[in-house]
T-cell receptor
Framework: QKEVEQNSGPLSVPEGAIASLNCTYS??????FFWYRQYSGKSPELIMS????GDKEDGRFTAQLNKASQYVSLLIRDSQPSDSATYLC????????????FGTGTRLLVSP | GAVVSQHPSWVICKSGTSVKIECRSL??????MFWYRQFPKQSLMLMAT?????????EQGVEKDKFLINHASLTLSTLTVTSAHPEDSSFYIC?????????????FGPGTRLLVL
């Protein structure tokens, strides 16, 4: 079982729709959870961080965390073609420095 | 957010040569930096953790003698790929940890694309 699992996609949504990206993790004591966006050929860019159960909203983005189910999601409202990218879910391990463990990413395609 | 730079952004070299990549945190001090490698259509793989003033910690399967890491100051870490070979061609990305009280966030540099001929 992979430590962080994501559906590779692509997830295709029309412009203006809500895109829902999901991630599960195996280490029950994971503490911090991050969503990064990576455009093709570029490095990851931090979108959201979430540390406690519930929802966290930032503009068009909402991160949801459920530690009991070991599940974290990212909702993108009013999706735009510029949101088309690969979204990486990352969690920190329970020991050492903030070593991120990444999922393989979900490719999102927003069509005009 | 915090800014992390990398230099060079692109490097092409001959097989057998060594290549040095710099990673700098521009507006904060980073006691910890990380080096990742990403092959096409794959996710980021952590290579090593770079700690200011001490030896780097390498992930399993990463040769420390081939990938030399030096974290000489709170704003600079370098990765040297020694005796590079074509299979070392990849996208190398560093990140720096910005302390924020009890919570720390990693910010990524723009990456260095290495092509070994």
């Amino acid at each position: 079982q992979k430590e962080v699992e994501q559906n590779s996609g692509p997830l295709s949504v029309p412009e203006g729709a809500i895109a829902s990206l999901n991630c599960t993790y195996s280490d029950r004591v994971s503490q911090s959870f991050f969503w990064y966006r990576q455009y093709s050929g570029k490095s990851p860019e931090l979108i959201m961080s979430i540390y406690s159960n519930g929802d966290k909203e930032d503009g068009r983005f909402t991160a949801q965390l459920n530690k009991a189910s070991q599940y974290v999601s990212l909702l993108i409202r009013d999706s735009q073609p510029s949101d088309s990218a690969t979204y990486l879910c990352a969690v920190t391990r329970n020991t050492g420095f903030q070593k991120l463990v990444f999922g393989t990413g979900t490719r999102l395609l927003v069509s005009p | 957010g915090a800014v992390v730079s990398q230099h060079p952004s692109w490097v092409i070299c001959k097989s057998g040569t060594s290549v040095k990549i710099e990673c700098r945190s521009l507006d904060f001090q980073a006691t910890t930096m990380f080096w990742y490698r990403q092959f096409p259509k794959q996710s980021l793989m952590l290579m090593a953790t770079s700690n200011e003033g001490s030896k780097a910690t390498y992930e399993q399967g990463v040769e420390k003698d081939k990938f030399l890491i030096n974290h000489a100051s709170l704003t600079l870490s370098t990765l040297t790929v020694t005796s590079a070979h074509p299979e070392d061609s990849s996208f190398y990305i560093c990140s720096a940890v910005e302390p924020a009280g009890a919570l720390e966030t990693q910010y990524f540099g723009p990456g260095t694309r290495l092509l070994v001929l």
